[in-house]
């Protein structure tokens, strides 16, 4: 059984920054590229950032420079820092591996 939960997120003001993490369960973990994605209201859910098992790292123009993926094999976790956040990054985050998903979390960037 795959699990994948995500915490972290909040309410945070224009300019702030704010870290999303996301706890893996299974054997998979350490050979799986991990990804972020969220949906906003209204929207379809859209690509924020991937690291894959050595590492290597790509991300969606629109966030990059201010989010920074990455991962801890051991702990079978990921992250995601945020920064210089902006309103049209309000969405609920979610944590995959494009098999499994998790719950999601919600980030709200407003004043």
């Known amino acids: 059984q795959v699990q994948l939960v995500e915490s972290g997120g909040g309410l945070v003001q224009p300019g702030g920054s704010l870290s999303l993490s996301c706890v893996a369960s299974?054997?998979?973990?350490?050979?799986?590229?991990m990804s972020w994605y969220r949906q906003a209201p209204g929207k379809q859910r859209e690509f924020v950032a991937r690291i894959m098992a050595g590492g290597s790292t790509n991300y969606a123009d629109s966030v990059k420079g201010r989010f920074t993926i990455s991962r801890d094999n051991a702990k079978k976790m990921v992250y995601l820092q945020m920064s210089s956040l902006k309103p049209e990054d309000t969405a609920v985050y979610y944590c995959t591996n494009l098999a499994y998903w998790g719950q999601g979390t919600q980030v709200t960037v407003s004043s």
């Open positions: 299974g054997s998979f973990f350490s050979i799986a590229a």
